[in-house]
T-cell receptor
Framework: NAGVTQTPKFQVLKTGQSMTLQCAQD?????MYWYRQDPGMGLRLIYY???????DKGEVPNGYNVSRLNKREFSLRLESAAPSQTSVYFC??????????????FGPGTRLTVL | AQSVTQLDSHVSVSEGTPVLLRCNYS??????LFWYVQHPNKGLQLLLK??????LVKGINGFEAEFKKSETSFHLTKPSAHMSDAAEYFC?????????????FGSGTRLLVRP
């Protein structure tokens, strides 16, 4: 049982390049999330998906797009990377459909540097 | 608006001594509250959660936290620190009254355990 997996683990981009971060969970969870973690700021929600086929903006969605490909997979796309998007990105999932009380399970993170 | 404040950015203790990590929250109603731990270069792992049942919540690895509504606090404690407890700890609130999925993270407390 792998839990939540993320690829890649590390990535370096030049300003203006695009890339997609992949996330998959094998726990049959309904909800999935993308966060970014910056020093001294905790985690901030970028986008979330309460169920397959739905996505909604979180606290810091600008510059990102997401796709809930199926129940297992939730990808995050940077169309034109900027240095301000240098961060560690975490994907998470939870069983609930938006109640917010269920435990979120986190992936190991993707460390992204934009030059 | 809901918020969570971790009162110490860094805490240093000696191995075998008690740990206290402080957290205060702001919420209109009784929220769900969580403590997550993040070891270096790892994802976040749930330590414990409060969801309006018993006010004293026991978690993994000997940690516990007490929900005090009158003080709007949810401090994390452990009687005796172990070297493996060195990590960053996040207090998290889920504002259940607005039916959102959004967790609000504190800025984190880095725990250092001295031999």
């Amino acid at each position: 049982n792998a839990g939540v997996t993320q690829t890649p683990k590390f990535q370096v981009l030049k300003t203006g390049q695009s890339m997609t971060l992949q996330c998959a969970q094998d726990m049959n969870h309904n909800s999935m999330y993308w966060y970014r973690q910056d020093p001294g700021m905790g985690l901030r929600l970028i986008y979330y998906s309460a169920s397959e086929g739905t996505t909604d903006k979180g606290e810091v969605p600008n510059g990102y797009n997401v796709s809930r490909l199926n129940k297992r997979e939730f990808s995050l796309r940077l169309e034109s990377a900027a240095p301000s998007q240098t961060s560690v990105y975490f994907c998470a999932s939870s069983a609930d459909r938006g109640r917010g009380t269920d435990t979120q399970y986190f992936g190991p993170g993707t460390r992204l540097t934009v030059l | 608006a809901q918020s969570v404040t971790q009162l110490d950015s860094h805490v240093s203790v000696s191995e075998g001594t008690p740990v206290l990590l402080r957290c205060n929250y702001s919420s209109s109603y009784s929220p769900s509250l969580f403590w997550y731990v993040q070891h270096p270069n790892k994802g976040l792992q749930l330590l414990l959660k409060y969801t309006s049942a018993a006010t004293l919540v026991k978690g993994i690895n000997g940690f516990e936290a007490e929900f005090k509504k009158s003080e709007t606090s949810f401090h994390l404690t452990k009687p005796s620190a172990h070297m493996s407890d060195a990590a960053e700890y996040f207090c998290v609130v889920s504002p259940v009254e607005d039916s959102s999925y959004k967790l609000i993270f504190g800025s984190g407390t880095r725990l250092l355990v001295r031999p």
